[in-house]
């Protein structure tokens, strides 16, 4: 992959993190195939793969187990909608194995979703990406290859939960500063909800920020030289009058 190509692929693996919305489209069992879309909210896991919360009543779910090739469309929002930066995933959905595995890491960013599992059936799919169709904006229209938003299944995986509860439990303040210094934001509730290779998410009086790593973080030890630079960064800029 040439240089350009490696940095259009970064674009987009970052927008695909960064959002939390998707139009999921599939073939309708009970239409003959036709595309059927449906609004779905989903979480990127350590892997880069799109995962869905879906229900076994919701015709979406009845297309995927007739026929699980799918497609994830999101972009952003802003006022002129044909500028705007998107992503379509092209992929076949399944369901995850091991529910628990990212059971956890999907309620962070959606703790409401904890009551789905009272109810109905509800249970996890991974796509798993075949093709993707980035469009940032004008002229910047590419195919790239599945490497460009899949990444290997690195240690801090395992240990994002154990990052979590640290950051949350010993550096609040830093949390906050870190939402003043990238988003201009000084929220009196804030938390870390998640942490991957590429950036970490904060919910910052109830909204979603995205922060990103300059470089790929791999571990505890990685994660933990980059957030502190970010701290140090946050403590320079907003010491200076």
């Known amino acids: 992959m040439n240089d350009e190509l490696k940095s259009v692929g970064d674009e987009a693996r970052q927008m695909l993190?960064?959002?939390?919305?998707?139009?999921?489209?599939?073939?309708?069992?009970?239409?003959?195939?036709?595309?059927?879309g449906s609004i779905t909210p989903y979480?990127?896991?350590?892997?880069?793969?799109?995962?869905?919360?879906?229900?076994t009543i919701a015709?979406?779910?009845?297309?995927?187990?007739?026929?699980?090739?799918?497609s994830l469309l999101v972009h952003e929002q802003h006022d002129d909608a044909q500028a705007n930066a998107?992503?379509?995933v092209v992929g076949l959905a399944s369901r995850i194995a091991d529910q628990n595995s990212i059971k956890e890491r999907y309620l962070h960013f959606?703790?409401?979703?904890r009551g789905y599992f009272d109810t109905h059936d509800f249970f996890f799919y991974r796509i798993t990406p075949e093709h993707v169709r980035y469009i940032g904006g004008f002229g910047k229209i590419h195919w790239?290859?599945?490497?460009?938003?899949?990444?290997?299944?690195?240690?801090?995986a395992e240990q994002e939960?154990?990052?979590?509860?640290?950051?949350n439990a010993d550096h609040r303040e830093n949390l906050q500063h870190y939402c003043?210094?990238?988003?201009?934001?000084?929220?009196?509730?804030?938390?870390?909800?998640?942490?991957?290779?590429?950036?970490?998410?904060?919910?910052?009086d109830g909204k979603l920020l995205r922060f990103t790593f300059a470089q790929p973080v791999l571990d505890t030890q990685a994660a933990r030289v980059a957030l502190v630079d970010l701290a140090r960064q946050a403590r320079e800029k907003l010491a200076t009058p």
Not at 110 to 113: F, I, S
Not at 144 to 156: F, K, V
Not at 181 to 202: K, N, R, T
């Open 144 to 156: 790239l290859d599945t490497g460009s938003i899949m990444t290997d299944l690195a240690p801090l």
């Open 161 to 167: 939960e154990g990052i979590l509860a640290h950051m």
């Open 43 to 55: 979480v990127v896991d350590h892997t880069g793969c799109p995962v869905i919360l879906i229900s």
């Open 17 to 36: 993190r960064s959002l939390r919305l998707g139009i999921l489209s599939t073939l309708s069992k009970k239409l003959g195939g036709y595309p059927f």
């Open 86 to 88: 998107r992503l379509t």
């Open 110 to 113: 959606y703790p409401n979703a």
């Open 59 to 70: 015709e979406h779910t009845k297309n995927i187990e007739a026929d699980p090739r799918v």
């Open 180 to 204: 003043q210094l990238m988003h201009g934001l000084l929220p009196a509730q804030v938390e870390m909800i998640g942490i991957d290779q590429d950036g970490f998410d904060v919910r910052a």
